[in-house]
């Protein structure tokens, strides 16, 4: 049976790093994982959607991933997501990955065409064979991918010993309750994870049974999610959703931005931190001037809510 304790916790999702000229900031990428390992997280996950990776060439992605594991490897999980909008280049990146030495890696379906699924299947099952020796993860995000994960789609998926987990980032909480039970009756009940996806819903998706979460906020205010899963672990459920109401309150304050949620929260890290994360890449929008007052509040609320831990 596979040990599913490397999974269990919360893993934000790493950001892109830029240097002043746009391109990949090895010094930001390894600055940035020293300190979420400070913080105490169970681990990163790189190169999905909060990595920008629809953005980034193949050898960037290596580059990211590279100067992950400098400072990561051995301390914390690393999950590396590697699909690329065809088969070839994913399957690259998973070799890559699995020769960097991560603990498993991840993948959306494929996105613009909507595939049948035995199409989806291929294309996660042709990653994982260029990466034999390590496991994978499936990223279940519909609203983004156009395509979702059906429970055929996962029970053909699960034929696949490698695949031992669910990203999921769907809205209702029941599709995670649908992924474990499917992957309890296939790997047992300690041998099948699934991470909730929704950052604003992270209690209730571990109180359906989630074994963790990987999130795209956690990274600007990890101390509060980390609370979150303390407090749910120990049964506190009334006072980890008081701690809920308060990221969600943040996360919707830095939504008011014009620039993207990502140039937000880099730069608050950026203040509080003096972490040089650059920005984003086009066409996703950078901040504005008209913007400071949002950081300037996300930043206060952030600081306050975890002063009163």
């Not at 140039?263 to 984003?280: C, D, H, N, P, S």
Request: hydrophobic share 45%.
């Amino acid at each position: 049976m596979k040990d599913i304790t490397r999974y269990r916790g919360v893993i934000p999702a790493f950001y892109a790093c830029y240097a002043p000229d746009g391109s990949i900031s090895t010094d930001g990428v390894r600055a940035l994982t020293r300190h979420l390992i400070g913080k105490g997280v169970k681990g990163v996950y790189v190169g999905g959607s909060s990595g920008e990776c629809i953005y980034q060439h193949v050898d960037e992605r290596k580059a990211v991933l590279e100067a992950v594991m400098e400072e990561a490897a051995g301390k914390i999980t690393v999950i590396a997501h590697v699909a690329c909008n065809n088969t070839a280049d994913s399957a690259e990146l998973a070799a890559h990955a699995e020769k960097c030495g991560v603990d498993a890696i991840a993948a959306i379906p494929p996105i613009y065409f909507h595939l049948p699924p035995y199409a989806i299947a291929a294309y996660w099952n042709a990653m994982s064979a260029a990466a034999p020796h390590t496991e994978f993860v499936i990223y279940n995000i519909p609203q983004l991918a156009g395509t979702g994960l059906t429970m055929p789609l996962l029970e053909e998926m699960l034929k696949n010993p490698n695949v031992i987990a669910v990203k999921n980032s769907s809205m209702p909480t029941q599709d995670i309750q649908m992924f474990k039970d499917a992957g309890i009756a296939a790997r047992g009940a300690d041998g099948f994870a699934v991470f909730n996806g929704p950052d604003e819903q992270f209690v209730s998706g571990l109180a359906m049974g989630a074994d963790g979460g990987i999130g795209g906020t956690y990274a600007v205010m990890p101390e509060l999610f980390l609370k979150m899963y303390e407090l749910v672990k120990a049964g506190e459920i009334p006072a980890a959703r008081t701690i809920q109401y308060q990221a969600d309150r943040i996360i919707y304050k830095m939504c008011e931005a014009k620039g993207n949620l990502y140039a937000v929260q880099k730069e608050i890290l950026r203040r509080q931190y003096g972490l040089e994360l650059g920005g984003v890449r086009a066409p996703l929008p950078n901040l504005e001037p008209g913007d400071e007052a949002v950081v300037a509040e996300a930043q206060a609320m952030i600081e306050a809510a975890v002063k009163a831990l």
